[in-house]
């Protein structure tokens, strides 16, 4: 089986060839918009970097899947305007997903968000669930889902649309990482009343569900994806907290006196109700419809992977 990867330089995608490369029956070809950077990252890894997509290369190389994941997630650093994210999970995603529709590949694995459906939920969210992005981020990914379900399909391809809720593992980069610094400056964690739960998902899991997806056909569509148990903030502080060897510092100050300090650091200009509202709203991803179709369970469960994780970030 032959696979082409976009954005396989990325976080994900290099979890992801690290986890395929000795998998049996598997060749890997990788894009990346710097292809001299990615053959240096990938020099002792079995993939072979591709300069350019179309479907006429596709067929040259006997593609089988195409996996895309190149996009815009996190803004960290604030470059990036709106218009970036469409043309880039917009555009972009259309852009190799009419090469594939064009080719004679025969699966094509989107890697969208959850956060092209909502952006917070205190119940598990599904695949029925009425989809409402927020920011550009998400309606950006939606777009592309929704062009995406508007092609028709010629008989044998298969499109799977994969909404994951936050990643982490190995190279993670984002809020988690923020979290843990926090943590082991030893400053308490402040909304211990606050009582939350979100879902995660670790590459480990990623990886194992995107393999499945690759040997086995099931039927196309979308799939949310996330780890088995949903934690809450307080949780997480505590994982984090085990994993430095302490004993977590968790204060539950009184939620009557934290909302108007929040909104008043928010007048200021400060991002405190942001800061709040990150740490103590919910997002839970229901899977339901991902394990009827894996019949299996996944290799780790929550607290082993973001153990794993943070285990990593000291590496």
């Known amino acids: 089986m032959k696979i082409f990867i976009t954005g396989v330089s990325g976080f994900v995608g290099s979890g992801l ?10 060749s890997l070809y990788g894009h990346s918009r710097n292809p001299e950077g990615t053959k240096l990252k990938f020099k002792d890894c079995k993939i072979e970097i591709i300069p350019h997509y179309s479907a006429a290369v596709f067929d040259d190389l006997d593609i089988d899947c195409v996996i ?10 604030n470059k990036y305007e709106p218009h970036d994210y469409y043309a880039v999970n917009f555009e972009g995603t259309r852009s190799v997903f009419e090469a594939f529709i064009k080719s004679d590949a025969k699966k094509f694995i989107f890697l969208s968000s959850i956060k092209a459906c909502v952006d917070s939920s205190d119940e598990p969210v599904d695949e029925e669930t009425p989809a409402n992005p927020v920011s550009d981020y998400g309606k950006s ?9 508007q092609q028709a ?13 936050m990643i982490h593992g190995k190279g993670n980069k984002g809020n988690l990482n923020a979290l843990y610094r926090y ?7 402040l909304f211990g009343a606050y009582s939350n739960h979100r879902s995660f998902l670790s590459d480990d899991n990623l990886n194992f569900i995107v393999q499945e997806f690759l040997e086995n056909k099931f039927p196309s569509g979308v799939y949310h994806l996330a780890d088995d148990q949903p934690l809450s903030t307080n949780e997480l502080i505590a994982v984090i907290s085990s994993s430095l060897n302490r004993k977590p510092r ?3 100050i009184p939620v009557s006196l934290i909302d108007p300090l929040s909104k008043l ?13 990150k740490l103590t709203e919910s997002m839970m991803v229901s899977t339901v419809k991902l394990k009827s179709v894996l019949r299996k369970p996944l290799p780790v469960d929550s607290k082993t992977g973001l153990l794993n994780t943070l285990g990593s970030f000291n590496e």
């Open 250 to 252: 968790i204060w539950n």
């Open 153 to 165: 399909l010629s008989e044998g391809k298969n499109v799977y649309i994969f909404r994951p809720c």
């Open 141 to 149: 990914k939606r777009l592309a889902e929704a062009f995406m379900e």
């Open 265 to 277: 650091g928010s007048f200021f200009r400060l991002p405190a109700e942001r800061l709040k509202q």
């Open 183 to 189: 943590v082991k400056s030893g400053w308490p964690y």
């Open 17 to 26: 060839v690290v986890h395929l490369q000795y998998a049996t029956g598997i």
């Open 68 to 77: 895309h994941l190149a996009g815009i997630a996190h803004d960290l650093s």
